[in-house]
């Protein structure tokens, strides 16, 4: 019994330890922000775009799926189900409660995890492990300054444009799916804004802010961590991508 | 006058060894060698304080880096040429951008005079021809001298080598060793230079005015070639 408590405490104390050390980390990031030089800010920022186009431009075909798939099966299910209980005014308060808000953070943040957390673990890993990031300090580059800035702004930036895509084309496709199952056009367009809230704008800007930043620093974290064995490369990646999803629910859960 | 680099009493491999100390004088070409398990390959990592030594300390310009707070040592880095073993070079970015990368976040030059010196260093180490490719497109001998001209981008009066010859032929090692030193001066090179490694090519060895192994019992100067 206490053997197994004291398990259990051990397990703990690591997660703690390494959610600290996560804290930590992020928290030298941004510290090193202030001291790029205009020349690094160049370069960080030539990075910082390119980041953006691999985790924005390159996943808005990825994200219009989810959303209008999402969308037009919930809304379609709605009107239905809704129209003959004589609810429909609910749709709007479906669409910007439940697709708005809570899923469209939810579902773009996993797809970003999914697709670009698990390349900046696995980057920077090998980053790691082929002494890319020893070369840097060498040369007098920080490697927090230009490895992991520009891909967490770039995360950030990406997660706000990706989540206004996921907004506006779920509320697009539950437009069609509406007018498919006989609702007027006009009707479902008046009641989604009457529902729409300052508050739902702020809890999703907050939500995307959050989910960007564990996106952009969660990965860059366990990549940075391997030494210098390649067979540690996929157990970071993992880990990474595990942290990150579970810190995205929790994050989604937590902002209510 | 005191040596751009020396280290004293610096623990090295196995707790049995002797202490190595060493001053590397200015516009020397020194090169130290050992088996892997020597610890030979430590050395390029205190000298730029990336490592600590478990004893000693070693000191460039009579600064211990390791020791300055992290923006300093960063700067202070920019001075000295690095080639670390394995090269280092950034596997995302073209050979150019690789020799460009330290000028382009640590200097303040503009864009173009930077592109400009870069067209000049990659010339220079004969490897323009391949700027365009990535690390994992060019051979070991190009991925070599895209190595050395990035060691070299900021014109280092010190200049640390790891394994630069390592699969290189005689004459590439040579022709290498010559761009690396920046011409003569009535005291020798103009660059003072620290290669480490297990073994050197015969040609060089005639270039290099110290020669050292490392033994257990120390490190021995080895007869000039």
New interface residues.
Partial sequence: MIDAISKLGRSAARRLSRLGALARFGFHALRAAPALTPAGRRVALRVALTQVRFTALNAVGLVVLLSSILSFLVISQAVREFGRLGVTDLIGTLMVIAIVRELGPLITALAVAGRSGTAIAAELATNQVLGEVRALEAMGIDPKQYLVLPRFAGSVVSMFALLVVFDVVAIGAGFVAATFNHMAGDRYAQIVLQSLTARDVWLTVAKALATGVIVGIVPSYFGLSVRRAPTEIPVATSRATVTSIVGIFLSCALLR | MTAPLSFEGVRLGARDTEPFTLAVPEHHTVAVLGDEDSGVGTL??YA?G?ERPAAGRATVFDVVIADLP??ER?????RVG?L?????????LSLRDNVA??L??????APHEIDGRVSVMLTAVRVAAAAQRRPAQANEEERRRAAIA?ATAFDPALVIMEQPFDGLTARAAAELLEFVRGGETAEGARRTILITGQELPAVIHRRIERTYRLTRAGALELEPA
């Fill in positions: 390029g990592g730029l990336l992290q923006l960063l700067a202070f880095r920019r690095y670390p073993a394995g090269e280092g070079l950034l596997q995302n990368l330290p382009r976040f640590g200097s303040d030059a990035r």
